[in-house]
């Protein structure tokens, strides 16, 4: 079943797909407006929440409180550092096999899972030392 999207969630989703990493609500909203895609705050942040909810976009929150937005597609992991906020993406997923097993297990059906790994980047640690 394919869902139907209204322009604006459309826009979202291809505004998305050409970004490489996780971009904020404030980030889409300034990015559509240099595409001549004027949209309200309001309806970006609606229409990320409607897509949230079909398992299209995956959200995850900096230490800093900042919620970056990126396609659930992209399965990355990340290292990030709780002094600067540096975030780096890790490519190993050790969890595939265990979601399978969960989603089965739970009969629950799991759109993503997020990993995250928190401590002192080497700029940051370093500086400590
Ligand atoms: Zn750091
Ligand atoms: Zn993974």
Redesign the pocket.
């Known amino acids: 079943m394919k869902a139907i999207h209204t322009r604006s969630q459309q826009r979202i989703l291809t505004l998305l797909k050409t970004t490489k990493k996780g971009i904020s609500a404030q980030e889409i909203y300034v990015e559509l407006r240099s595409l001549n895609q004027n949209m309200g705050l309001a309806t970006v942040y609606r229409s990320l929440e409607t897509l949230k909810l079909e398992g299209l976009v995956q959200m995850r929150r900096l230490g800093n409180g900042e919620a970056l937005y990126s396609l659930t597609k992209q399965?990355k992991?990340h290292l990030t550092c709780l002094q600067c906020g540096t975030s780096v993406t890790i490519n190993q997923?050790p969890?595939?096999g265990l979601e399978e097993q969960l989603q089965e297990k739970h009969n629950f059906k799991i759109f993503y899972?997020t990993?995250e790994f928190f401590g002192l980047c080497q700029k940051c640690h370093s500086l400590e030392g």
Do not use: E, G
Request: charged share 15%.
């Open positions: 399965d992991h997923c969890a595939h899972h990993l």
